[in-house]
C-alpha cells in the first residue's frame, strides 16, 4: 500500500478502562467510529500513567479541574497506525506514532505565536478543564488528528519510549523556559525525584547543559535510581527540617534550603531550581534555595492556593516561572528518546495490561510495590 492508500474501517467496538467517580474505574466496551478525513485510527500499545491521572483516579479531581461525567484517563500515548483517513498522505498503515494530546484551535493569538499550549480552546485528552471531556487513550484505540501525531524514529524499537515523550516534552517545557544554556555553567536543583523530575535533571543536563544537576526527594531510593543511573550528578535526600523560629511558618523551608545548598556546596544557592513535585514546602525551599538573580521554574503542580515567599523572590529578584504542559517540544524529545533510549526507558518500571488499569493505578499510587521494588513510571499496555 502506497502513503496516498486509505482503507476504510466500519465503527467497531474497543475496550476502555472508564472513571466513574473516586476510585470508580470500570471496564467496559466503546464504539469507536471510523477515522475522519484528516484522522488516523491509531492502536494504542502503551500509555504510561500520569500524576495528573492519579489525581483524578483518587479524588476525582485535578486542582481546579473535577469530573463532571465518565471519562477514560491517559495522556502519554504511542501505538501504531491502523486506518488512514482520506485526506492524510504523509502517514500509512503500520506507521509507529507518538500522539501529543493536546489539540489547540491554531487560530487565537497564543497558538499564532506557537504557545499553543496556552491556548484557551484547547482539548486535551484526559483533561478536566473543559467540558465535555475528551476521552483520554486507556482504549484499544483512538482516532487522533493526523496534524498532532508524530512519527516515531526507526531507532526507537520500544514503544513505551515513545510515550514518555510526553512527559519529556513538560521537562523540555520547563529547561526552555528557565533559558538554561551550556556558558552559564549552571548548578541546577531539581526538587522531586519522581518520573518528570527525573526527565527535567535529564534535560537539564541534555538541552540545557547544565554544569552540575542535584536532585532531591524524600525517597532515599529514588535519590539513589537518580544518580546510579546517570539522571543526575548528585542525590539527596531531604528530611524534616526542625528550626527554632516556631513563629515563622517559612522556617522549616529555609531550614531545607540551606539544607540543599550546604550538601551540594552551593553557598550561594543554586542557578535554576525546577520544582517538580507542587508541595508546598517544596514550593517555598526552591526560592530560598535559589541565588539572588536565580530562576524557579515550577512544574509540579499541587494545591491551587499556597503560602509563598514572595518576598524573599522579589527582594532577591528571583525569577518565578510557570510551566503548563508544552508546545513544540516532541520532535526534540523523541530525538532524545531516539539518541538515550537506554537511560530514559530505565523510568518504565512496571506493564500492566489495558484489561488490568485499575491494579495499574494502584500500583502507580505507591512509592514501591508489594515485592518492595521502586515504582516510577506505570506502562498500560494492549
Not at 463532571?68 to 504511542?78: D, F, N, R
Not at 516515531?152 to 526552555?176: F, N, T, Y
Not at 499556597?306 to 503548563?324: K, N, P
Amino acid at each position: 500500500m502506497t502513503q496516498t492508500e486509505t482503507i476504510t474501517v466500519e465503527a467497531a467496538e474497543v475496550i476502555a478502562a472508564v472513571l466513574y467517580g473516586k476510585k470508580d474505574m470500570r471496564i467496559e466496551t466503546k464504539v469507536l467510529q471510523s477515522p475522519g478525513s484528516n484522522e488516523l485510527q491509531i492502536l494504542v500499545t502503551e500509555t504510561g500513567i500520569c500524576g495528573s491521572d492519579l489525581h483524578y483516579y483518587h479524588h476525582g479531581r485535578n486542582g481546579d479541574f473535577a469530573l463532571q461525567h465518565p471519562l477514560s484517563l491517559g495522556h502519554e500515548s504511542a501505538g501504531v497506525v491502523t486506518a488512514v483517513g482520506s485526506d492524510v498522505h504523509d502517514f500509512k498503515v503500520g506507521d509507529k506514532v507518538a500522539l501529543e494530546v493536546g489539540i489547540p484551535c491554531s487560530e487565537c493569538k497564543w497558538c499564532k505565536k506557537g504557545r499553543y499550549n496556552l491556548c484557551p480552546d484547547m482539548r486535551f485528552r484526559s483533561s478536566c478543564k473543559t467540558a465535555p471531556h475528551f476521552d483520554g487513550t486507556l482504549v484499544q484505540k483512538v482516532n487522533h488528528p493526523a496534524k498532532w501525531c508524530h512519527k516515531v524514529p526507526d531507532a526507537v524499537k520500544d514503544l513505551s519510549l515513545a510515550a514518555l515523550v510526553e512527559p519529556l516534552a513538560v521537562s523540555l517545557q520547563g529547561v526552555k523556559r528557565s533559558e538554561l544554556i551550556p556558558e552559564d555553567e549552571a548548578t541546577v536543583l531539581v526538587l522531586g525525584a519522581g518520573a518528570v523530575g527525573l526527565l527535567t535533571a535529564f534535560a537539564a543536563k541534555k538541552r540545557g547543559g547544565a554544569n552540575k544537576v542535584v536532585v532531591a526527594d524524600i525517597s532515599a531510593q529514588r535519590v539513589s535510581f537518580a544518580v546510579d543511573n546517570g539522571f543526575a550528578d548528585q542525590g539527596i535526600v531531604l528530611v524534616g527540617s526542625k528550626s527554632t523560629e516556631s513563629d515563622n511558618p517559612l522556617a522549616p523551608a529555609i531550614a531545607s534550603a540551606n539544607f540543599l545548598k550546604e550538601k551540594a556546596g552551593a553557598d550561594v544557592g543554586f542557578d535554576v531550581v525546577f520544582e517538580c513535585t507542587g508541595v508546598q514546602i517544596c514550593v517555598q525551599t526552591s526560592v530560598f534555595a535559589a541565588a539572588a538573580g536565580a530562576k524557579v521554574v515550577l512544574i509540579g503542580m499541587g494545591t491551587p492556593i499556597q503560602t509563598f515567599a514572595i518576598g524573599s523572590a522579589a527582594t532577591r529578584e528571583v525569577d518565578i516561572i510557570g510551566v503548563f504542559r508544552y508546545a513544540g517540544n516532541y520532535p526534540d524529545a523523541l530525538a532524545i528518546v531516539a539518541e538515550d533510549g537506554e537511560t530514559v526507558g530505565k523510568l518504565v518500571t512496571h506493564r500492566i495490561k489495558l484489561q488490568d488499569a485499575v491494579e495499574a493505578f494502584e500500583i502507580a499510587s505507591t512509592p514501591v510495590d508489594k515485592d518492595g521494588n521502586l515504582v516510577l513510571k506505570v506502562m498500560v499496555t494492549e
